[in-house]
């Protein structure tokens, strides 16, 4: 659902001047507010940050495609030659209650490109919500995995949660340094010898 707020621009006419004919029965002219906010990277660059939407499925795919198989398998812990329509459907339409998902968008070329996902699944029963990021390779080291990760930490403060935490190869050493630097601790999975899991608590 697009929850954009949009304005109506009629309620700023001038009192004094009487509307044309054409206008006084025109629907209402809508025009939309841009959503969410800039940010800009550590080397100046600006891109938007906000909530994932339904309208994203083709810029998701267009940056899937944009990644090496060793981010891929970093992001989804195993390899994947194309992101499947269905997934990336299911990625862009989210349930508010359980999930949250900020895209960084680049608004600087058209269509508008997504240059970092960062997302949580909460797990109810848990109280705990898991997380993944990813920033594609040109817009790493300028802070915007750090960025990510602080939103989607203060989205759990904010939904009352005791925990975030995630899985994270043990060969990724930017996601480790990352996290290692936010405060998360990290502790080794029995069944999967490459995997460690990572978890801050609230
Ligand atoms: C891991 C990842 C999210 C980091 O994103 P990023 O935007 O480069 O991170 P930042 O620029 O905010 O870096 C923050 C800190 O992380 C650490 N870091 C990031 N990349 C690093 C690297 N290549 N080597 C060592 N430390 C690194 C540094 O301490 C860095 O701080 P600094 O730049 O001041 O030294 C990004 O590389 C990525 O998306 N990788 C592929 C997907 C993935 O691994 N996802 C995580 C599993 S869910």
């Known amino acids: 659902m697009d929850m954009t707020p949009a304005i109506d ?7 004094a001047v009487p509307p044309r004919s054409n206008e006084r029965f025109a629907r209402p002219h809508l025009v939309r507010l841009p959503k969410g906010e800039l940010v800009q990277t550590h080397d100046g660059r600006e891109l938007r940050l906000r909530s994932i939407e339904p309208g994203d499925v083709d810029a998701l795919k267009r940056q899937f495609r944009r990644l090496s198989p060793e981010d891929i398998r970093r992001r989804f812990l195993h390899a994947m030659g194309e992101l499947p329509e269905p997934m990336a459907q299911r990625l862009c ?18 269509p508008a490109e997504m240059r970092g996902v960062g997302r949580i699944y909460v797990d109810l029963a848990a109280n705990s919500a898991e997380f993944s990021v990813l920033v594609e390779h040109d817009w790493t080291r300028v802070g915007l995995g750090a960025l990510l ?11 009352g949660l005791g925990e975030i935490w995630g899985y994270v190869l043990l060969e990724n050493r930017p996601m480790l340094q990352l996290c290692k630097e936010l405060g998360f601790t990290r502790r080794l999975i029995p069944d999967e010898p490459g995997t460690a899991q990572i978890s801050l608590q609230l």
């Open 9 to 15: 621009l009629s309620a700023f006419r001038h009192a």
């Open 93 to 110: 339409r989210l349930d508010p209650e359980i999930e949250t998902a900020f895209v960084l968008m680049d608004e600087t070329v058209k």
């Open 149 to 159: 990760m602080q939103r989607l930490v203060d989205d759990c403060r904010r939904r």
